[in-house]
């Protein structure tokens, strides 16, 4: 009997929780990415000293791996606002916590993990706008265009994804695959 393929397929699936993830896009990808986004970040702030505010906790693998990276002089800082339960945005949005620089005359980068509907960002703008920022851009390693709910301007996007659940380089579902080195996405 003929096979049906002579090629085989090795899928590594990632049980995480209660569903199955597969490798999306690679850590050497997303490292070149990351490098190529660094770079464009220094030739166009050279002397602009930004205050990056990276959003917790999504955004911590990839403000790592992209700060050390930047090679003009830079600040940085940390903030919080939501969680994200399961697979689906609550739609509910927590008080911002953590921004203890003045932002005021600032050129500020947010950065961000992925953007979703794009609430998340669209209300730290709302709450951004009267605190006198020079600038205020967006940097995000993934965008899902086709989820977007609020039109937001990013700046600097790493990847574009369509709208499937993503896990890893510090994405979580359900609190875990934070910690996995690629970008996983779900099995449906
Ligand atoms: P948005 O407010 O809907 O844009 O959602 C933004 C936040 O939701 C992100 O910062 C993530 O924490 C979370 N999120 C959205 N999509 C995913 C996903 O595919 N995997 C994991 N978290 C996600």
């Known amino acids: 009997m003929r096979p049906i393929s002579n090629v085989i397929f090795y899928i590594y ?40 505010l990276s959003i917790l906790n999504g955004a911590f693998v990839f403000t790592a791996d992209l700060f050390r990276q930047i090679t003009i002089p830079a600040e940085i800082s940390f903030i919080k606002l ?5 697979m689906e945005s609550s739609g509910k949005v927590k008080e911002l916590l953590g921004l203890e620089h003045n932002i005021f005359n600032r050129n500020i980068i947010i950065v961000e993990d992925i953007v979703d509907t794009g609430k998340t960002l669209s209300h730290i703008l709302e709450e951004f706008g009267e605190l006198g920022a020079k600038s ?16 937001i301007s990013l700046k600097y996007v790493g990847f574009r994804i369509p709208n499937k659940f993503v896990v890893g380089y510090g994405l979580d579902y359900d609190g875990y695959g934070r910690n996995l080195p690629d970008l996983y996405k779900i099995v449906e």
Not at 82 to 86: A, I, N, Q
Not at 137 to 144: A, G, N, R
């Open 13 to 52: 699936v990632m049980r995480i929780v209660d569903q199955d993830f597969e490798v999306f896009i690679d850590k050497e990808t997303i490292k070149k990415r990351v490098e190529e986004m660094a770079a464009q970040i220094n030739a166009d702030y050279q002397e602009l000293n930004p205050l990056f």
């Open 82 to 86: 939501k969680s994200y339960r399961k």
């Open 136 to 151: 205020i851009e967006i940097l995000t390693m993934l965008h899902k265009p086709e989820a977007s709910l609020k039109p």
